[in-house]
């Protein structure tokens, strides 16, 4: 069973809004922290948005700040990432990440969704 599954990706215009979410499978998911990162083509993976595990704290990139709001619902085991103003730098493929403490490096990240593409056109 895939612990992390990523939805919503998808093709938006310039300007545009686009939410991503986050199924995850794994017992306590209030346990964990939960953040997106993204890789662009050629680039690496970098951190875009982290929320603590009871969802008071948040942190964002500078590139998301403004612009995109992480949320969770432990209820659901889902997270949330809305996106609004995208621009074509946007263009990633969109990771969910889980870790034991809120993190903007990869390295403590326990477990990686697959990923889900998002496309910004100018």
């Known amino acids: 069973q895939v612990p992390l599954v990523e939805s919503g990706g998808g093709l938006v215009q310039a300007g545009g809004s686009l939410t991503v979410s986050c199924a995850a499978s794994v017992r306590h998911f209030n346990a964990y922290a939960m953040a997106w990162f993204r890789q662009a083509p050629g680039k690496e993976r970098e951190f875009v948005a982290a929320i603590s595990r009871g969802g008071s704290s948040t942190d964002y990139a500078d590139s998301a700040k403004e612009r995109f709001t992480i949320s969770r619902d432990n209820d659901k085991n889902t997270v949330h990432l809305q996106m609004t103003n995208l621009q074509p730098d946007d263009t990633a493929i969109y990771y969910c990440?889980?870790?034991?403490?809120?993190?903007?490096?990869?390295?403590?990240?326990?477990?990686w969704g697959q990923g889900t593409q998002v496309t910004v056109s100018s």
């Open positions: 990440a889980q870790s034991t403490v809120m993190t903007r490096g990869t390295l403590r990240v326990k477990a």
